[in-house]
């Protein structure tokens, strides 16, 4: 069975700073790790997936991430918060054995000027 | 555009009507992906086809959900009898290959939002 746990249900961060989203997965197989961003009224758009090739993974918008198998962990992270940047953002594990995602509950960032 | 488009985009139904959902997949896309996303939680899979075949649909809630993809592109999920549980916003997505494995991009629709009074 798989599962994500994303820390921190709302996460500020002033334009500029650095942004860490967190996640945290559960997997009895090897897994494949999705970052997924929502924008209000529109679908979900893939920022980026590890699929067992180099554990830092990196993604569209300068966002990226690190599968840290020691941690069970895959932290979305972007050097410098852009008010763009401002959206519901969700983790997501499978199978590669699979069709399905397990989504995290996401975490909505906010960017302040 | 080319992507997945989704109607309604809004519906309120009273409780115990049915319901009709509609996903438009993108042109030539094999597998069809149905998500439920409550309020405040993350999308949860409903069901899967690959072309008009119904491979999965382990995650319906109820026999009142129903989904269908006759000819492989268009698909509806109905819910029949709607309960005030049913409220959600219910995601399209589709990917490309015949496989239907999460390392095909799904590409998701803005979803509809379905409230039951």
């Known amino acids: 069975a798989q599962s994500v746990t994303q820390l921190g249900s709302h996460v500020s961060v002033s334009e500029g700073a650095l942004v860490l989203l967190r996640c945290n997965y559960s997997?009895?197989?090897?897994?494949?790790l999705f970052w997924y961003v929502q924008y209000p009224n529109q679908g979900l758009q893939l920022l980026l997936k590890y699929t067992s090739a180099a554990t830092l993974v990196k993604g569209i918008n300068g966002f990226e991430a690190e599968f840290k198998k020691s941690e069970t962990s895959f932290h979305l992270t972007k050097p410098s918060a852009h008010m763009s940047d401002a959206a519901e953002y969700f983790c997501?594990?499978?199978?590669?054995?699979?069709?399905?995602?397990?989504f995290g509950t996401g975490t909505s960032l906010t960017v302040i000027p | 555009g080319a992507g997945v488009s989704q109607s309604p985009r809004y519906k309120v139904a009273k409780r115990g009507q049915d319901v009709a959902l509609r996903c438009d997949p993108i042109s030539g896309h094999v597998s069809l992906f149905w998500y439920q996303q409550a309020l405040g939680q993350g999308p949860e899979f409903l069901t899967y086809?690959?072309?008009?075949?119904?491979?999965?649909k382990s995650g319906l809630p109820s026999d009142r959900f129903f989904a269908e993809r006759p000819e492989g592109s268009v698909s509806t999920l109905k819910i029949q009898r709607t309960q005030q549980e049913d409220s959600a916003v219910y995601l399209c997505?589709?990917?490309?290959?015949?496989?239907?494995?999460?390392?095909?991009?799904?590409?998701f629709g803005p979803g509809t939002r379905l409230t039951v009074l």
């Open positions: 997501a594990v499978s199978a590669n054995t699979g069709n399905q995602f397990y």
């Open positions: 997505a589709s990917s490309l290959t015949s496989r239907g494995k999460v390392l095909d991009t799904q590409y």
């Open positions: 997997s009895s197989v090897p897994p494949y």
């Open positions: 086809f690959q072309n008009e075949a119904q491979l999965d």
